[in-house]
């Protein structure tokens, strides 16, 4: 129950998701084109991230490209690309000097050899650094998450370093993307829309909730604030009952 408790006594999220959505939307509602939203939304990010420094909030992750967004029309999702490589490039020293970590998650095979050794300085550049991890999901899916971890396990099956019976949660979870932070306390939507788009479907089994109009180029501190206010309203009972919650809330962390 340490975990439990833990949990409970943090009012403030140690590990907080974006779905960062509604960028298009926002751009169309100005007679501009859909790239020009996403260029917006970088400066959406950026708050985000020092919001989350000057915070102390430890881990933040950023759903920047889905597993599904390959289906959009060819320019987008070369602008998307580009996008990507320029923001890379032009941030990275930026997030060094105030000792961000940067962690990209996802499938990263499809990406140009460029854009990977791009990711690869930046991750390698700020791997020590500890004031905040930023988790910038690209090309990522939640199933897909769930699917190389189950490959990785297969692999150790066939090795003979492993039974299929000794497989457990806690054993699949050390493979997933993120095993290293702190579980997913919070999850964020910008954009109206309620769904979770196959983001993080295994951590986010006992994440709170939390879904606002917003489009994504216009969220600042005070929405973020807004949904950090209703985290640390929210009962979180992890399958007790509120009673139990509220006792181990008053009891000291033992060990
Ligand atoms: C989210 O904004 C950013 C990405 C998916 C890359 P959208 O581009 O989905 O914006 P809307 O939902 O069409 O407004
Ligand atoms: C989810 O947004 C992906 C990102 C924010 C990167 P989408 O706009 O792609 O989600 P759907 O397609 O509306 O579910
Ligand atoms: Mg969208």
Redesign the pocket.
């Known amino acids: 129950m340490t975990e439990v408790q833990t949990a409970l006594q943090n009012a403030l999220p140690q590990h907080v998701a974006i779905i960062?959505?509604?960028?298009?939307?926002?751009a169309?509602r100005q007679g501009r084109p859909?790239v020009w939203?996403?260029k917006k939304?970088v400066d959406a990010v950026r708050r985000a991230v020092s919001f989350c420094r000057k915070l102390g909030i430890q881990s933040l992750t950023l759903?920047?490209?889905?597993s599904e967004?390959w289906r959009?029309p060819e320019d987008?999702v070369s602008g998307?690309m580009q996008l990507f490589l320029l923001v890379l490039q032009q941030e990275v020293k930026t997030l060094h000097k105030n000792n961000v970590r940067l962690n990209i998650i996802g499938d990263l095979s499809p990406f140009s050899d460029k854009l990977k050794q791009h990711i690869k300085e930046a991750q390698q550049l700020t791997a020590q650094n500890t004031a905040l991890t930023l988790n910038v999901a690209a090309n990522y899916g939640g199933r897909w998450d769930i699917v190389q971890a189950a490959q990785q396990l297969a692999q150790k099956v066939a090795d003979g370093a492993l039974t299929a019976t000794q497989i457990d949660e806690q054993m699949l979870s050390g493979c997933m993307q993120m095993h290293d932070q702190p579980e997913l306390d919070l999850m964020i939507r910008t954009?109206g829309?309620v769904r979770i788009s196959n983001f993080l479907l295994w951590q986010a089994a006992y994440a709170e909730l939390w879904f606002t109009e917003t489009?994504?180029p216009d969220f600042d501190d005070q929405v973020f604030s807004e949904a950090l206010a209703t985290y640390a309203s929210r009962e979180r009972r992890f399958g007790c009952t509120g009673a139990q919650i509220r006792e181990l809330a008053m009891r000291p962390i033992q060990g």
């Not at 960062?20 to 926002?26: C, H, K, Q, S, T």
């Open positions: 960062m959505d509604g960028n298009g939307r926002w169309e859909r939203g996403h939304g759903f920047a490209f889905s967004n959009r987008e998307l954009g829309d489009l994504w």
